[in-house]
């Protein structure tokens, strides 16, 4: 599928992108770049991959399932803010 293929390449090389660009920024000006992402998300985007009618039905499994996107800027604001955050550079945070 052209599409998976399309995500998983792109979140690589912004992740290939971040690492690079991390150890320079750190470097150079003492500021520490990270890579992150809240995990599985209840987000608009999911009603892209399926019939518009199929999307309302598959509100219930999404509530048992995923996040909402409040619980997954959360956890992207976690990683940010601990201490670990600014003892290296260039990390990926997964939203756990």
Sequence with gaps: VPQTSAYSDSKRAL???TSVRAQSLAFKGGLFCH???PGMVDSDL???TMSPWLWPLTKPL???LLRSSAEGALSVAHHALTPAAT???GRYADGQ
């Design 87 to 89: 003892s290296c550079f």
């Design 46 to 48: 999911g009603r892209h």
């Design 15 to 17: 992740m290939l992108w």
């Design 62 to 64: 999404r509530l048992l």
């Design 35 to 37: 890579c992150a992402t």
